[in-house]
Nanobody, 125 residues
Framework: QVQLVESGGGLVQAGGSLRLSCLASGRAFSNYAMGWFRQAPGKEREFVATISGSGGTTYYADSGKGRFTISRDNAKNTVYLQMNSLKPEDTAVYYC??????????????????WGQGTQVTVSS
């Protein structure tokens, strides 16, 4: 069983930056692919970024390429999402997800068994 707790959300002006963190409980964190998803009001949850267990492979949705960076520190059981050049359309609840797999590019929502409670990101114009 894995429990995930996100932090780092908040209110930021357009063009600003935020770094989200997701702390995972449990063992063998490096055996889990990790992902970030987001859900804006009135919209379905969508994929943002994923990172393999070793950290060697990352993949991004087009919306975040060049602005977002996913990383992980397996010694700290933590995955991060650095978000730069934020836009109002990035406003959403951001969720961390985990799946025990050595696969890379785990991008489908239903491939993840474990989810955090979400953290709100609001970007003002």
């Amino acid at each position: 069983q894995v429990q995930l707790v996100e932090s780092g959300g908040g209110l930021v002006q357009a063009g600003g930056s935020l770094r989200l963190s997701c702390l995972a409980s449990g063992r063998a964190f490096s055996n889990y692919a990790m992902g970030w998803f987001r859900q804006a009001p009135g919209k379905e949850r969508e994929f943002v970024a994923t990172i393999s267990g070793s950290g060697g492979t990352t993949y991004y949705a087009d919306s975040g390429k060049g602005r977002f960076t996913i990383s992980r520190d397996n010694a700290k059981n933590t995955v991060y999402l650095q978000m730069n050049s934020l836009k109002p359309e990035d406003t959403a609840v951001y969720y961390c997800a985990a799946e025990r797999t050595f696969a890379a590019r785990v991008i489908r929502e239903y491939d993840y068994h474990y989810w955090g409670q979400g953290t709100q990101v609001t970007v003002s114009s």
